[in-house]
């Protein structure tokens, strides 16, 4: 679909709408249905269930949204964390020089200094979105954090999170008092992150307040083994800088040891291995639309020092978009706050070496990626549309359908609140036709259906059984009420990953 009929179907099921909707939105802030926020909880969950499941020693935390400005001044966010911005000199709009350059520059501006978009924007005499004039300014740094007061009667200033990695690193001494004084340490955050786009755009894609799911590894470099076996054999998309600086771009696929031969850390290519495999096997993207592009060094974010962005290929926005990333971070983190904060964030191992640790960051963007479910798994089948989402994903895993609602509805009433009891949350539907309700449930992505009848009530030898319609084929099968919880219940939890874990 495209973006607006696939926005318009989504807000139409109550997924998503614009926050402030009867104020004519605000842009760039979007608020979550019933279906969008059961969808999001389930696609944290399943988050938190794999990439915790990595290992024994890394745990979820839930920090503040909120840090003094010495945070962001020592992290750097406060100098560095900008994005070129274009302004029209006759309409005035401000727009992302990325966003101007999409067709001209489909690998972004990243190392890009002002003079060289500037230069690119005047040779493709690129326009105006708003006006049509191709009289654009110079472009310029803009800084994407939240400020706000600090207190009363201060001029002190407080900012809003730019990315919850930061609460990880401001968390890892109590971290390292509280777990059991070990590396590596992973320390996991999913929350809420606020950026001040310049040109929010793409609905869930470019958004002023949303959602990052971030695991930090500590760890020491000397020492960081991973089960690299157990990735061995799997195949990766790659579209590597060098190749890219050669003018090749198309995707590669490899193997992890030949990443490793070219100069990328095993622990590095082992967790984005299972990155790869949450996206393709939990999500369920199509291999064929997953690659990971490397960022070179001009490229790469300014603390990075090895960079690969998780990217998926969607109908919707025409092309490639990132959905999640694995970055190599080095000791920049706490080297930094130790400057800022004035501690010493270097541990202590058994054999008495002291080591400042480095940092493995895997990041998720829990919004993008609702987007992409939508993008990927809701589609047309003749008049049909159906949102094929994996079970543990669904927003309602269970409908359930009186055949007549005067002399089964109250049958029916008790088996739904006996099924969410059991840990199986479904949704009472006795409005219009059984066909009619089946379709709701399949737009929906509601993978099993089960309708109270006549024999459910009756004295025949089917007496308590109902009839269990499963989404994708459209196949119905009859079993006994009391087996619902034991046929559905296993489907709904999400994967975890095989192999021990470091």
Not at 43 to 53: I, P
Not at 182 to 206: D, M
Not at 466 to 489: F, N, Y
């Amino acid at each position: 679909m495209k973006i607006d009929e696939l926005y318009a179907l989504l807000r139409r099921r109550g997924v998503l709408w614009p926050s402030a909707e009867i104020y004519g939105g605000a842009q760039g802030l979007y608020d979550y249905g019933p279906l969008g926020a059961a969808l999001k909880r389930r696609l944290e969950d399943a988050w938190a269930a794999w990439f915790l499941g990595l290992s024994r020693d890394y745990y979820l935390i839930q920090p503040s949204e909120i840090v003094p400005e010495a945070v962001v001044r020592a992290s750097g966010h406060l100098e560095n964390f900008t994005d070129p911005e274009v302004t029209c000199e006759s309409c005035h709009a401000s727009v992302r020089a990325e966003t101007l350059l999409e067709k001209e520059r489909p690998q972004g501006v990243d190392g890009l200094t002002p003079a060289q978009i500037g230069e690119i924007l005047r040779v493709h005499r690129v326009r105006c979105p708003t006006c049509g004039s191709n009289a654009l300014g110079v472009p310029r740094p803009f800084n994407l954090m939240f400020s706000i007061p600090w207190g009363a009667g201060t001029e002190e200033r407080a900012y809003l999170l730019p990315e919850t990695a930061q609460a990880s690193y401001l968390a890892f001494a109590r971290m390292w008092d509280v777990g059991r004084k070990a590396l590596p340490l992973g320390v996991a955050v999913v929350g809420k992150a606020y950026r001040n786009e310049i040109a929010p755009r793409q609905v869930l894609f470019r958004m002023r307040a949303f959602t990052q799911a971030e695991l930090q590894v500590f760890f020491d470099p000397s020492d960081f083994v991973v089960p690299f076996d157990t990735v061995r054999d799997e195949a990766v998309p790659v579209l590597r800088a060098a190749a890219r600086e050669a003018g090749h771009d198309q995707v590669e696929t490899v193997s992890p040891s030949d990443l490793v031969a070219s100069g990328l850390p095993e622990f590095y290519v082992y967790h984005l291995v299972h990155q790869l495999r949450f996206l393709r096997d939990v999500l369920g993207y199509p291999a064929d639309r997953i690659r990971y592009f490397e960022k070179s060094e001009k490229e790469r974010a300014f603390y990075n020092r090895i960079q690969f962005d998780a990217e998926v290929s969607f109908e919707s926005l025409g092309g490639y978009r990132e959905v999640g990333a694995i970055h190599y971070r080095g000791d920049y983190d706490l080297s930094r706050h130790g400057v800022g904060s004035g501690k010493d964030f270097t541990v202590t191992r058994k054999d008495g070496v002291k080591v400042l640790p480095h940092v493995l960051e895997l990041t998720f963007g829990v919004d993008r990626n609702l987007w992409g479910l939508a993008d990927v798994h809701l589609v047309q089948e003749g008049e049909r549309t159906v949102w094929r989402l994996p079970p543990y994903l669904a927003p309602v895993p269970l409908g359930v359908f009186p055949l007549i609602a005067k002399e089964h509805g109250d049958f029916a009433l008790r088996l739904a609140d006996e099924m969410a009891t059991a840990g199986v949350p479904s949704q009472y539907d006795e409005a219009s036709s059984i066909g009619k309700r089946y379709a709701r449930m399949d737009e929906a992505g509601t993978p099993y259906c089960v309708t109270v009848d006549g024999e459910t009530l009756g004295d025949g030898p089917r007496r308590g059984s109902v009839t269990l319609r499963l989404r994708d084929s459209k196949a119905q099968e009859r079993l006994a009420s009391a087996d619902l919880v034991g046929r559905i219940a296993p489907t709904l939890r999400p994967p975890r990953p095989g192999g021990a874990g470091p």
